[in-house]
């Protein structure tokens, strides 16, 4: 069980012997192998994750793998988005589609199918609401492994509350962040032995980056121009870029595309040392935002996450929650429900656009990383007007009446004169 190389402290990786891979199939061979796996209708092979198998952890035989069919997600075409832009093609990945409704079942499946293979006895994680979700959903799965997950009191949803408590899994709200849980549960895994399942755990990432295979088999494996994501403690951001990376090392892909990464203002150290040019971020204790599964102050894996970007002439910028709550309006009223930190990637894009970073011909891909009904009270807060972010541009208030037919026929707008 360790995370980080004993001499330089940087986190592990995942390396794949990309030339036997090669001498494995032709990429010609390797399409062929994804396509016909998505005609899967039970079994290992369905799952959006392990379709890729020998690209992801070719070692875990699939006897020792939990997975619930995780993956296999809408791509979604946003039409009222591009017209509004004037600019697209634009796509949302919609990974609120997993089991556990965030994308955060890539990781875990991947994670816990490992630890069962290692032979431990108990997984843990600390976490904004989603990882918590997933990881006691994935371990109850495996039965016999126990599950412990730290949340902050009052930073996470009271759905993302719910899952970890009806898994059977422990669950402990610290009087902290998350950056105070993070830096907690390392110091109780130094003691005890817990298998952690953050995103610092490099087997995590190898589940994740399958969004990326998934994107491009989606789009018949013509890369988008840019792929556009939330970005909070940035293991996804890398793990994608990872996964593109192989790719084209393996003659799949010829060009990667760029990457931006958006965060919330309230937590954005990646953007600012983005545009400040530093080499490194300087941790800062978040504020208050609506995109409470990215308000993270010191992101583990930012080093990996600055380079990637960087490699990719990607960029990393920062909105505000008004923008975010807008986007993810907008996102919502054209029947593709997403969370506020999909928001903030949505109204990452719209900024980019009208900066002219994105051009107005170029495709992007946003990926929308939970589902909108986690955050039920964020949704009503701006219908009803009553949100942090201020009035909503396109809240749509409940409207309520005494139980008559005339004023029943009143609020539907059916009275005449
Ligand atoms: C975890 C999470 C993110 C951020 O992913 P990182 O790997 O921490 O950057 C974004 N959105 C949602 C909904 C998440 O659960």
């Known amino acids: 069980m360790i995370y980080r190389c004993g001499a330089c402290g940087g986190l592990l990786e995942v390396r794949h012997d990309l030339e036997a891979l090669r001498d494995l199939r032709t990429p010609r061979s390797w399409k062929a192998l994804f396509r016909e796996r998505l005609s899967a209708i039970r079994g290992f092979h369905r799952s959006g994750v392990w379709r890729y198998h020998e690209l ?22 946003l039409e009222a988005l591009e017209r509004r832009a004037g600019a697209g093609p634009l796509h949302l990945k919609h990974e609120g589609q997993n089991p556990s409704l965030s994308f955060k079942d890539r990781g875990m499946t ?73 830096q907690l ?39 988008p121009d840019w792929i556009v994501m939330p970005v909070g403690n940035a293991g996804n951001v890398s793990a994608l870029a990872k996964g593109f990376s192989e790719l084209r090392e393996l003659g ?71 923008a975010a709550a807008d986007a993810k309006a907008l996102v919502d009223a054209s029947g593709v429900s997403i969370c506020p930190n999909s928001g903030v990637a949505v109204a990452g894009w719209l900024q980019l656009v009208s900066e002219g970073v994105i051009g107005r011909r170029e495709s992007a891909v946003v990926v929308g990383t939970a589902h909108g009904i986690k955050f039920s009270r964020t949704t009503l807060d701006y219908h009803r ?33």
């Open 385 to 417: 007007g009553t949100s942090p972010a201020g009035p909503g541009a396109h809240a749509n208030p409940p409207v309520e009446t005494a139980a008559t037919l005339e004023d029943l026929e009143r609020a539907a707008g059916l009275a005449c004169g």
């Open 185 to 223: 549960l390392q110091e109780l895994a130094r003691l005890h032995p817990l298998y952690l399942l953050n995103s610092l755990n490099s087997i995590r990432l190898e589940g994740q980056k399958t969004i990326a295979f998934e994107i491009l088999q989606q789009l018949d494996w013509e890369p």
């Open 56 to 77: 992801v952890l070719p070692d875990l035989s699939p006897a020792d793998a939990v997975t619930l069919g995780e993956g296999n997600t809408g791509l979604y075409r």
């Open 110 to 182: 991947a994670g816990v199918s490992w630890a069962r293979r290692l032979g431990v006895r108990a997984v843990a994680c600390a976490s904004t609401g989603d990882t918590s979700a997933a990881l006691a959903l994935y371990a109850a799965r495996a039965e016999g492994l126990a599950a412990l997950v730290v949340v902050p009191r009052d930073g996470i949803t009271l759905e993302q509350l719910g899952q970890p408590l009806a898994s059977g899994c422990r669950t402990i709200r610290l009087d902290t962040d998350f950056d105070g849980c993070i």
């Open 252 to 322: 799949i892909l010829e060009r990667v595309p760029r990457l931006a990464g958006v965060q919330a203002a309230a937590a954005a150290p990646l953007a600012r040392a983005f545009s400040e040019g530093a080499p490194e971020i300087e941790p800062l204790v978040a504020g208050e935002t609506i995109a409470t599964a990215i308000r993270i102050g010191n992101p583990v894996s930012a080093p990996k996450a600055l380079s990637a970007v960087r490699a990719s002439q990607g960029v990393f910028l920062q909105v505000d929650d008004a």
